[in-house]
């Protein structure tokens, strides 16, 4: 059985400070081709029903974070775009709680990881690679993974990529990106917003895209890892490197996952929100096709942030399907 430290102990004895830093990004130094900043660890504590530590790995010079709840087999949760593991705290405590090691990393640029400030840093490779590592590192095998959003881009090429560590599959409200596929007029007025914006309202951007306002308090927890707009490049980047013509970069690895899981026969559950302004059951029902499967549980009264309307459900759903 690993030996766990407490949420406090683990993320000290990783930083391995414990004055009191100043609340504004740090620069981390060179990372591979850009600079970097770090959201210092005190403007990240208190957060609401967030009681989690984290830990913290070298790579490709950022210091990376990632959430490691409980004991049993690994189930890994990947978010997307612009949110970070904070999304996953309804979702965690019931798989955990059920017997099952929970692991969440913050993509580079999100949540407590380092962010790089030059948006052209960011790529669909350096994010699958970037958790790659992370299995490697913690030699999880015979996991599940939960994706959402970009998360299942990159998490799905991991399980395309890594079969023989990756055993299961729960898509929620995410996409393969392959080039082919249909954007609508909202999505690209969007992304031509972002790509004007330097300073992301990140928050606002989560609110509008939940069935029901989750309130200030937890507006300003996805807000609270990036202070000002050189924080934000990572969440800027994601709209503008998604593939929207199949000459882009990343479209044709996003059509060697599809093509790879047409006839893939690992277990799959698919749970996708009713009201999802971003994701429309719709697609989620086409993806879930092209998979070979189909909606195993449509979530009420819920957004494409459907962990913020039903968090806990989501997660009860996952551990009676582990069972």
Known sequence: MRRRRSPRA??????????????????????????????????????????????????????????????????MFFHGEPTWSFL?????PPVRDAGHRCVAPDLPGFGRS??????????YDRHTGAVASLIEDLDLRDATIVVHDWGGAIGLRLAVEHPDRIARLVLLDTGLFT???RMNDAWLTFRDFVARTEDLPVSL?????????????????????????ASKAGARAFPLILPTSPEMPGAQAGQRVLDALRGDTR??????????????????????????GAIDHVISDAGHFLQEDAGAEIGRLIAEWLA
Request: glycine share 8%; with cysteine.
């Open 205 to 229: 951007l989560v609110r509008r895209a939940c069935a029901r306002d989750p309130g200030d308090a937890v507006a300003a927890a996805y807000d609270a890892p990036y202070p000002d707009a």
């Open 10 to 75: 683990l993320s000290r004895g990783r930083t391995g400070s414990r004055t009191r830093p100043s609340l504004s990004p740090r620069p981390v130094g060179s990372c591979a081709v850009t600079n970097a900043v770090r959201t210092p660890d005190e403007v990240l504590e208190g957060l609401p029903d967030f009681p989690f530590g984290s830990s913290y790995r070298q790579w490709d010079g950022l210091r990376l974070a990632h959430l490691d709840e409980g004991e049993g087999p690994p189930v």
């Open 179 to 181: 080039g082919h596929q």
């Open 88 to 92: 996953w705290r309804k979702v965690i």
């Open 114 to 123: 380092d962010k790089p400030v030059d948006v052209d840093w960011y790529s």
């Open 267 to 292: 277990p799959k559950l698919f749970l996708w929100a009713d009201s999802d302004p971003v994701l429309p059951l719709s697609t989620g029902e086409r993806l879930a096709a092209a998979l070979g």
